[in-house]
């Protein structure tokens, strides 16, 4: 990532970075997912429907042991190159039409998703969220204490933000599968701590 600049603890990898956070656990930015915005008066559809999403997902403190290294990784999907690319192909639609999520955002996953399982093929015993604001993680204020600054809203750059973190929910029974929200099954299953 040539925009980022590491520290000590960060992890380089060839394509992108991993870079040590201490996660701002605030269970109140849960509260966001039902925050009114264009055309969805109660907030995001998911909610309370999706296992990535409150009241569902269980808390990022509960989920994860804060007492070992987090990790970010931050995928960043030039939104001003796609924003005029559509507007070459699509003169008349409005501003908000161009930066319409349903148009780039399952690329930028898709690309998110990529460095997630690259990133789990290096570090044993990890398990990734990529929803950590379901989670009660101010995603936020945690990068900016990494010295990572996220636009709001997102204007040239949108950034998509992975946790990774050694999980601490135990399966009460061997068949049972304790689930986290992430894109895979690949790394939807935290490991068993022994």
Sequence with gaps: ??????????IEHEEFALVRVVPVVDY???ALCVRPYPLHPRG?????????????APLFDVAFNLEQ?????????NLGEHVARMKSRNPTWSDRQLRCVLYWQPKARKQLAGKIDR????????????????MGV?????????????????????????????????QEEPHQQVKL?????SYCIPKVRE
């Design 1 to 10: 990532m040539n925009q980022l600049e590491l520290f000590e603890g960060d």
């Design 28 to 30: 109140s930015v849960r």
């Design 44 to 56: 995001c559809p998911n909610v309370g429907k999706c296992e990535r999403c409150p009241p569902i």
């Design 69 to 77: 290294p987090v990790y970010a990784i931050v995928n960043e999907f």
């Design 119 to 134: 990133a789990l093929e290096g570090l044993q015993g990890y398990t990734a969220t990529w929803c950590p604001e379901g």
């Design 138 to 170: 101010n995603v936020t204020e945690t990068l900016e204490q990494a010295g990572i600054s996220l636009e709001w809203p997102p204007n040239a750059i949108a950034r998509q933000v992975a946790f990774l973190g050694k999980s601490i929910l135990v």
């Design 181 to 185: 929200h992430h894109l895979k099954s």
